[in-house]
């Protein structure tokens, strides 16, 4: 089983819609999560944290559930810039020297249609 | 402030000749992460620095393949003797907070 799941999509939502995007992770032992977005041909860029209570920035709210082991993103009032490919990243701090194992996910590809 | 900046930008090399690929990083950045994404897939873990540990060079592929920080700053990722195979973009990334990473845009090296 892969460190960290996530199906690659595409998932093709008109303008407007809500979409969902789920990430499993198989070590319990993961300590904190990101979803990172990445626009074709450019670097990962950092959208959002996910905080154990979940947080919200503007259409997009992040969700953590440590005991089925995945982190959700949902994104309302979809926008055509929106289009992205987004990656879920789960990090394990090994020890207090700061040293963390960070594993990406191969992202979920959302197109968004007009 | 300046982010993560990596040069070449771009590379084009012939099979079998040797190139570097360099990450300045956020300044004060205590760790350094080298991934390489080929086209349409995930990005797949080189090697990372922390601070003076020694770097956890698990990911690379071959020998062919090291990297180097030099004073806690400024990384070169080497590969010898290229393959076709070693075509990719490859992207440092950097990180001071416990937790996020901020990439730079990439070396795209095409290996004729």
């Known amino acids: 089983r892969k460190e960290v799941e996530q199906d690659p999509g595409p998932f093709n939502v008109p303008e407007g819609a809500t979409v969902a995007f789920n990430c499993t992770y198989s070590?319990?032992?993961?300590?904190?999560f990101f979803w990172y977005r990445q626009d074709c041909r450019k670097e990962p860029k950092l959208l959002m944290s996910?905080?154990?209570s979940g947080n919200e920035d503007g259409r997009f709210t992040a969700q953590l559930n440590r005991a089925s082991q995945y982190i959700s993103l949902l994104i309302r009032d979809s926008k055509l810039s929106d289009s992205a490919t987004y990656l879920c990243v789960v990090n394990i701090l090994r020890n207090s020297g700061g040293y963390q194992k960070v594993t990406f996910g191969t992202g979920t590809k959302l197109q968004v249609i007009p | 402030g300046a982010g993560v900046s990596q040069s070449p930008s771009n590379k084009v090399t012939e099979k079998g000749k040797d190139v570097e690929l360099r990450c300045d990083p956020i300044s004060g950045h205590t760790a350094l992460y080298w991934y390489r994404q080929s086209l349409g897939q995930g990005l797949e873990f080189l090697i990372y620095f922390q601070g003076n540990s020694a770097p956890d060079k698990s990911g690379l592929p071959s020998d062919r393949f090291s990297a180097e920080r030099t004073g806690g700053s400024v990384s070169t990722l080497t590969i010898q003797r290229t393959q076709q195979e070693d075509s990719a973009v490859y992207l440092c990334?950097?990180?001071?907070?416990?937790?996020?990473?901020?990439f730079g845009p990439g070396t795209r090296l095409t290996v004729l």
């Open positions: 996910v905080y154990s």
């Open positions: 070590n319990s032992a993961s300590q904190s």
């Open positions: 990334a950097s990180r001071q907070d416990p937790d996020t990473q901020y």
